[in-house]
């Protein structure tokens, strides 16, 4: 371990400069840090310093990890920063229209979120996507001005059409975007009989192929929209019924986290197409609305891999603004109102998800003292300890590899007895440990591989399933890094794992000097201190894909934001789930389960298995347990 650590190395380890985004960083004193920009030029910048704000939850509000910090400042500001982004886009081309940004809900339905989204978007005429009837009835309560534009996509049935037709006609700015010529019928269908004039859109299905991940959500096969030769269709349908000037929007989606801007171009280039050929067929569209997709570099790289962008929020409004302007003053058509639904790049840096590790499992070892245990292989190891240097180390590293499968194999045959066996393991361990040691040296390819055995696992009170979902179900990677200790050289390789009983539960990829790595560097846990490990960027998808595997619920929420000090202020603390509402959510009777508990309890009394005071404080235990936190609510793990 080195003395001269500075936070600078941290900086470079984490990369946290490069995925930070300018929201996060690291202070002199080793702590993570949330940088907030003025968003006037009466404000002055501000810090937060994460680890006293979780002390201060411990602390004042009995709130402990695993809590989600989500920051109401980093929200405003990304809203802002894509209304400036298509602004200043529309300025240097001099589109003559204008852009609203319209928030996908699904990417995080939680109430609180929405609602500052509302908010802090009110000025820039900000709307809201919705993708089916749940969240269809939440945007029609949550907005109440009759401007804000609120899209419906989805599958939908003819409630969800009559909902939506019903709030047309209340005066709501609400689009039903036609994903299905279904969707075409049934709109004609209550228009007609609620006597309403509909506006809607259109979701086209196009040629261009997204890229990433999610590429399959465009294309020919794509699950959802018209193809160009339904997209005909719906105007003859239109034509017949005379209801051509309702269909006012063009939308398409290339799904999620596009990594690569030649898509992008690609996908609003057809789009257009599409939109002046329906303007020329007489339909009355005025809004081009480019669905999301615009990524989030979580890797820091800049480079069109799947964790990060090859291209800048700038880029992105720049291309689209720019090929819209192109297209439609080639055939002379109106530049329409542009839409975008970006969700992601919207709400994903404003959420720090903190976990405690609450216990390591390190495999490094002292070498075991001699005391008496013989045999031959323990003989031959300790020889092969004290004659380690630079020049045997790889010889020596094969040889102890031989001695610790013959050791396995005298042992299966009942040569060997347990105690032989646990000394022969932990030589072989101090062996490899030394070895190692002596590589970083020799710098051999061929010990290289023995990294891989030393990686450490950090044991942390969360759940995968439930809070980072996407890094289970699709390798999904976030930046993760120490909230402090950060003027200290980390020195663990590591691994993270989750408390459930599920071997998926675990993080195996980490963003570390700039590419995707193994392992994660960590420090080593100091008994009674806590080690506070934050994921970062998690604001999207996470917290509702999430799921209750082992019965572990949501986690702690809270809002933060500052006031005209720029003192830290908790806005909201949601707590996270008990044990009670999650087994009541798998639909048992809490009571009857207690009531159940009481009777046990009572017949152990009589039958003197419990005395009355072990009765009286089983059963205690028994109902403070279903109204606990559903994670470990015991600071440190004994392993
Ligand atoms: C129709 C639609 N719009 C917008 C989004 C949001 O996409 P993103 O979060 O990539 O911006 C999605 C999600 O994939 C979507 O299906």
Redesign the pocket.
Known sequence: MSNDWTVENSKQLYNVDKWGNGYFGINQEGNAIVKISPSSDQEKPVEYNIKEIVDQLIADEEIHPPVLLRFSHILKHRIGQINKAFNNAIKEYGYSNRYHGVY?I??NQERHVVDEIVEFGKSFGFGL?V?SKPELILALGVVEDDEVPILC?GFKDDEYIETVLFAKKMGRNIIPIVEKLSDLHLIIKYSKSLKVKPVFGL?VKLAAKGAGR?ES?AGYKSK?GLSITEVLEALKILDAVDMKDCLQLV?Y?M????NNIGSIKNAVNEACRVFVYLYKGGAGVKYLDV?????VDYDGTKTSTESSINYTLQEYANDIVFHIKEICDDAKVPQPIILS??????VAHHSVLVVEAVGSNTIQQTVPEKNGIKHAIIDEMYEIYDGLKISNCVESFHDVEHLLNKCNSLFNYGYIDLHQRSITERLYWSICTKIIELNQTLKSPELDRLNKKFIDTYFCNFSIFQSLPDTWAIDHVVPVMPIHRLNQEPTQNAHLVDITCDSDGKMEKFIQEGSIKDHIRLHKLIEDEKYLIGAFLVG??QEVLGDIHNLFGDINAVHVTHDDEGKVVINHIIKGDTIQELLEYVHYDTKGLLANMKRSILLAVKDNRLTKDEAHIFSNFYSVGLNGYTYLEESRMEL
């Open positions: 996908p699904k990417v996507e993708g996509n979701r999610w959500s959802f939308h989606h799904g999620s986290q596009i669905g999301g997709g615009l990524g639904e970006s969700g992601r790049a919207l999207a998808y």
